[in-house]
Every structure is written in structure tokens, then in C-alpha cells.
């Protein structure tokens, strides 16, 4: 089991930052990818952010690509997500994941919802115009 914790999010204006940070607790964290998921208000949850088990690799979502960056401290068992040039558009509760993409790679398997196990419980961000 892998247990994860989000915080960080909160309110924010429109061109302002914030990090997300996502404290994981279980079994082995450096074994893990990590994502970072989103949904507002009457949308399907979408992908944002991944990046693989060492760090080495990440993925984003063209909506937040040059804006949001992911990276993870393995020694902290958490991950993070800075968030730069927030847009409204942004407004959403963000979940971090973990999972271990046996059977596939690249940015297909990795901004999917199934290839990940152990969801958190998400923090709201609220950027407002």
C-alpha cells in the first residue's frame, strides 16, 4: 500500500504560483511513477503531470506544458508540482498518483488514469481572474 497526502493548494489570482506537494508513505517510493491528475467542476478528471520512478523522465499535458513542472525528491518520498502563470482555466482539485507502468511507456501510458494504483485525496486550487 502506498499511502498519499496533497497539499499546497489553495487561492490564488490569475498569474500568480503555487506548489502542490504530495507526501507519499507505504512501500517503496522510488519504485513508483508519479502523476499528477485534475478535475473541476463537472468535467472528467485529466492528466497534468507525470514523471517516472528515477526522476529522469516527465510528461505533461499541452494545456500546462512551459507553465507547471513536476520533479520528485526520493529521499522525501514527495512529489511536486509548480505551478507558474495560473489561468482560471486552472481551477480544479489536483490528485497525485502513484503507479508502476509494467506493460507500456511514454506519454500514452503515463497520462492515463489506469496505470496508476494509490490516489490521494486532492487539494483544491481556485485561480481567480
Known amino acids: 500500500q502506498v499511502q498519499l497526502v496533497e497539499s499546497g493548494g489553495g487561492p490564488v489570482q490569475a498569474g500568480g504560483s503555487l506548489r502542490l506537494s504530495c507526501a507519499a508513505s507505504?512501500?517503496?517510493?522510488?519504485?513508483?511513477?508519479m502523476g499528477w491528475f485534475r478535475q473541476a467542476p463537472g468535467k472528467e478528471r485529466e492528466f497534468v503531470a507525470a514523471?517516472?520512478?528515477?526522476?529522469?523522465?516527465?510528461f505533461y499535458a499541452d494545456s500546462v506544458k512551459g507553465r507547471f513542472t513536476i520533479s520528485r525528491d526520493n529521499a522525501k518520498n514527495t512529489v511536486y508540482l509548480q505551478m507558474n502563470s495560473l489561468k482560471p482555466e486552472d481551477t480544479a482539485v489536483y490528485y497525485c498518483?502513484?503507479?508502476?507502468?509494467?506493460?507500456?511507456?511514454?506519454?500514452?501510458?503515463?497520462?492515463?488514469?489506469?496505470?496508476?494504483?494509490?490516489w490521494g485525496q486532492g487539494t483544491q486550487v481556485t485561480v481567480s481572474s
Open positions: 514523471v517516472s520512478w528515477s526522476g529522469g523522465t516527465t
Open positions: 498518483a502513484a503507479g508502476q507502468p509494467t506493460y507500456c511507456s511514454g506519454y500514452g501510458c503515463y497520462a492515463l488514469p489506469h496505470t496508476y494504483d494509490y
Open positions: 507505504g512501500r517503496t517510493f522510488s519504485s513508483y511513477a
